[in-house]
């Protein structure tokens, strides 16, 4: 009984840690998913950022103001310091890159209104010299939002195997409590409750199987049916308590002197019934 009870308890407890590992596992995953769509959004507005700034200071050498493409920058960057565009970065690999990139901007966009109110060569090339800072750093925020994004991605593939895992795992578990609630209902069918040898209703069933196959391959089949004399007055005088115990006793002692192959029945109250494959030669003392 406390080996069934060990299982059933072992096997409520992978239920439990298996629903755990999947729940925990699809949340995650489905977190990954998301945050992986978050980073194709920074990569593209920063290509948006990167091939902006080389178009204005390309005009802007040449003479030519454009505030609108100031605008849009100014708006994509503004985006990104008011999470406009979430950003899932846990080591904030991307808000440094940020941060470094907002200042140089600021700076190029100051040198940019100062040429326009004096367009000196000294102007022009300290532009140029600030454009390739923040286009290097509006580079290196797009390298680091790849490699940051590559590090989810592994993470997803992980997530994944870990998933499948876990399903490969519930389906074993699942045909593990299948067995188990087919040998215990199997169990409740045919044992008999009190003394857990077989019941009356496996006796009939089990006893036409063998009488058929000694018939079949002509071997011999013998069986003995005894009960417990006076049984009755035992649990007058002394109790059901201890007529149970009676009955567990000799059920013990019985199943202790017979084969394997032997079968041990309860068909009655006090009545028993022993299956002997394959024996002719049997002995019985009352």
Known sequence: MRSKTTRSSVLIIAVVCLMVLLSSGGIYTIYLTHTIRSDAQIINKLGIIRGSLQRLVKLEAQGTARDDIIGEIDSRIQEFNENKIVVYDDDHEIDQALDNLSLSWLQ????????????????????????????????????????????????????????????????????????????KLEHLVNRDEMTNVYNRR???EYLKLEISKSQRYAKPLSLIMYDIDYFKRVNDRLGHDVGDYVLLELTNLVGANIRKSDLLFRIGGEEFAILIPESIDVAFES
């Not at 993470?155 to 795992?169: E, G, H, T």
């Open 202 to 204: 496996h006796f009939n």
């Open 108 to 183: 190029l966009k100051q040198m940019i209104y100062a040429y326009r109110s004096n367009p000196s060569e000294d102007i022009r090339q300290a532009i140029i010299d600030k454009s390739e800072e923040v286009w290097e750093k509006s580079n290196s925020m797009v390298l680091i939002s790849q490699i940051v994004s590559e590090r989810k991605l592994i993470n997803y593939q992980i997530s994944n195997a870990f998933f499948a895992m876990n399903l490969v795992l519930g389906l074993l578990i699942i045909l593990l409590i299948k067995k188990y609630v087919k040998d």
